[in-house]
């Protein structure tokens, strides 16, 4: 563990003050915590990587993924509350696909991540 830790007490300053200067305020974070907790889960995760190949329905999205549409709808709910995908009602039907390019930027940076 002593590999992990400064063997000095130095305290930086200037280093300090310019982070706390830049760094985004509490409420902020806790945004993007929340965010991140609902990207924890793999099977919002799958419906998002479907979304990004194609707007589907929650019937698409059931028989791609193997899934009831129950459970398709309430991982939608959860992905429509946090402002992750939208819908847009064709007639009869509700189609949904990522609410912006941000979505998708995050899921293709997590992938290269993963990846290297």
């Not at 398709?72 to 992750?84: G, P, T």
């Not at 995908?85 to 064709?90: M, Q």
Request: aromatic residues 6%.
């Amino acid at each position: 563990m002593k590999d992990f830790v400064c063997e000095d007490n130095v305290i930086h300053d200037e280093v300090c003050e310019q982070v706390t200067v830049d760094m985004p305020d509490e409420n902020e974070l806790y945004d993007v915590a929340e965010l991140f907790k609902i990207f924890g889960d793999s099977t919002r995760i799958r419906i998002l990587s479907a979304l990004a190949q194609a707007e589907m329905c929650v019937c698409d999205l059931g028989a791609v993924l193997n899934m009831t549409k129950s459970a398709v709808s309430h991982q939608l709910r959860i992905l429509r509350q946090a402002k992750i995908v939208k819908n847009r009602r064709n007639g009869k039907e509700i189609f949904y696909s990522l609410d912006d390019d941000h979505v998708l930027s995050i899921i293709n940076l997590a992938l290269e991540h993963i990846k290297e």
